[in-house]
């Protein structure tokens, strides 16, 4: 059966696995939502990345997790039986190195939020980290990422104290975000929030207190935002790919402003029967799975 969705006007088709290897030079993956889950690998996943490997094709994974490596990522993929070599995984904390190279920060001291994963990320972009003695914390740039083991609402309250004191100097404070996704799938019918929550949080909290101000945002690193699109160009070489992923505000939004294709599966956090509320940035075809 076709199933044909209209988005602002925009038919949108759908397409299949098998479809999409065929049609794609290089294919890039979402991995929460399209092929994973917090502990489990979703339907055809697993019979998917065996097609893609056994016929040596060109594919990436594009994940806003920053987390963790992407050789711990690897690891993981393989325990859930997913044989993708690390060098195929492009975490959105990666992305960390060419931003601070980009803006000289080099050396720069760093508050920073994450697990002992990501921390190691800021240490080879060649940040600082500093610890959190209290409000008047002295930092250059403040980094937040996936996980860590801290004590939720004690440590955003820390973080607003040191922002609020920092901005009340008179001095500033750059503020880095690699994961702006909000939500991500835990397991069928359960969701988890992401780093991109907590900057929600922090964004607004600025804004009260700071009103006259348009500066106190955060940079976001990964999907939507181009420079993980850049990388995945930089290692194929060709813009004959598509983007799976499974939301629209980020997999797909990203796809559409690097002017990619893509595909919005139905395993993840879209609900493919609500898009005639989504924005224009329709995706090229709708993937109802990977089977």
């Known amino acids: 059966m076709i199933l044909i969705l209209f988005i602002e006007s925009t038919t949108v088709n759908t397409i299949t696995a098998n479809e999409i290897i065929e049609k794609y030079s290089t294919i890039l993956l979402d ?14 996943a697993k019979q998917f990345i065996e097609r893609l490997n056994t016929e040596n094709k060109s594919y ?24 993708i070599s ?18 000289n920060l080099q050396g720069c001291k760093c508050l920073f939020l994450g697990s002992e994963d990501s921390r190691s990320y800021v240490g080879e972009a060649g940040g600082k980290i500093v610890p959190f003695v209290g409000k008047d914390t002295k930092a250059d740039v403040l980094v937040i990422c996936d996980g860590g083991d801290y004590p939720f609402i004690e440590t955003i309250d820390l973080v607003l104290s040191t922002l609020f004191a920092t901005f009340d100097r008179g001095e500033n404070i750059k503020l880095v975000l690699p994961n702006p996704d909000y939500i991500y799938p835990k397991a069928a019918g359960y ?15 600025l804004r009260l207190r ?30 004959d790919m598509v983007m799976v992923g499974d939301q629209m505000l980020t ?10 294709d893509s595909a919005l599966i139905g395993t993840g956090v879209a609900n493919l029967d609500e898009l005639c509320q989504e924005a224009a940035y329709a995706p090229t075809y709708l993937l109802k799975d990977l089977l």
């Open 210 to 239: 700071y009103p006259q101000r348009d500066n106190l945002s955060f940079v976001r690193l990964g999907k939507p935002n181009k420079f993980i699109y850049e990388e995945a160009f930089l290692r194929c070489g060709t813009k």
């Open 31 to 44: 991995a929460y939502g399209v092929l994973v889950d917090k502990n489990s690998a979703l339907p055809g």
């Open 251 to 260: 997999d797909i939004k990203g796809a559409y402003d690097f002017g990619i």
């Open 60 to 83: 990436l994974i594009l994940t806003n997790d920053a987390s963790k490596q992407p050789g711990t990522l690897s690891r993981k993929y393989a325990r859930l039986g997913l044989e």
């Open 191 to 205: 969701f988890g929030m992401t780093s991109g929550s907590v900057a929600l949080i922090i964004e607004n909290a």
């Open 86 to 103: 690390e060098d195929k995984v492009i975490p959105s904390g990666s992305l960390l190195s060419r931003y601070f190279a980009d803006n």
